[in-house]
């Protein structure tokens, strides 16, 4: 299993992650089926690492993705991206106990 180090020790500066800032992103960046050119053309699901850096800003997108050095080619962190799908069913959570109270209510 991966597992990263997320102690409280480590991380200064807390604070929530808005929906506002986690939409951007969600909404500028669409997932792809794509073909895989060095394993055979194999079908997959994922993203596109360049797509990401005009919705991330300059400065987040090394939060999202990493270049190889050796190879220049670029790669998506998808353990990080789970954390903003995590804020979006927070919110659509809220939004649906929100709505169902008001089917509830006289």
Do not use: H
Not at 3 to 23: E, G, M
Not at 35 to 51: K, P, S, W
Not at 65 to 81: I, T
């Amino acid at each position: 299993s991966f597992t990263s180090t997320s102690d409280i020790r480590l991380k200064d500066n807390q604070r929530d992650v808005t929906i506002a800032a986690v939409a951007s992103i969600l909404d500028a960046v669409s997932p792809k089926m794509i073909e895989r050119n060095y394993l055979d053309m194999q079908l997959r699901v994922g993203f596109i690492a360049q797509e990401l850096a005009p919705s991330c800003g300059t400065g987040n997108f090394a939060y999202f993705a990493s270049r190889n050095e050796e190879s220049d080619l670029v790669g998506v962190d998808y353990s990080r991206l789970t954390v903003m799908l995590w804020k979006c069913v927070q919110d659509l959570r809220a939004r649906v106990t929100a709505l169902e109270a008001q089917l509830v209510a006289p």
